[in-house]
């Protein structure tokens, strides 16, 4: 059994909602019945009409396998999931910008303090999905005195 059917919050102004479903619903041709995070998604949207509250329509993200929520990129495809996995964490493209960042900025002697501190940020950013990683950066916090 499930923790929950459907998993979901609001962070700041962005409501998200995700459920697991089966792996033959993650195809793009699948024309069953909406999943439950779908119906969630459908009746908040239509509170929000009946209380004109204002959203965001073009940032919807609709029955995506491919997506980020919260900041976390989560894959859901099904050439993935039907390996057993549900990757969630970092988004790629902010992983292999910051390995290529931390690489080039290796090769010198020195970083500015603010391209230090950036780097550091996003690296502890991303390193928060998997906290064991984290002790790894320690050492990158003592470079600028507090």
């Known amino acids: 059994m499930r923790p929950a059917d459907v998993y979901q919050g609001l962070v700041i102004d962005d409501f998200f ?6 792996l033959a ?3 793009h041709g699948y024309c069953g019945p ?3 995070a779908r119906r969630v998604f459908d009746k908040a949207k239509k509170v929000y009409a009946e209380v004109r509250l204002a959203g965001s329509n073009a940032k919807d ?3 995506e396998t491919l997506t980020t ?8 495809r099904a050439k993935v999931v039907s390996k057993g996995i549900l990757p969630v964490g970092a988004p790629a493209a902010k ?5 290529w960042i931390a690489a080039c900025a290796s ?3 020195w970083t500015s303090d603010s391209l230090h501190a950036s780097l550091v940020g996003g690296l502890t950013s991303a ?3 998997r906290r064991c990683s984290m002790s790894i950066l320690n050492e990158l916090y003592k470079v600028i005195p507090a």
């Open 17 to 22: 909602c995700i459920a697991p479903v089966p």
């Open 25 to 27: 619903e993650l195809s």
């Open 34 to 36: 909406p999943s439950a």
């Open 61 to 63: 993200v609709i029955d």
């Open 69 to 76: 929520v919260v900041g976390a990129e989560v894959d859901s």
């Open 95 to 99: 992983r292999l910008s910051l390995s």
């Open 107 to 109: 090769r010198y002697g």
């Open 127 to 129: 390193f928060c999905f």
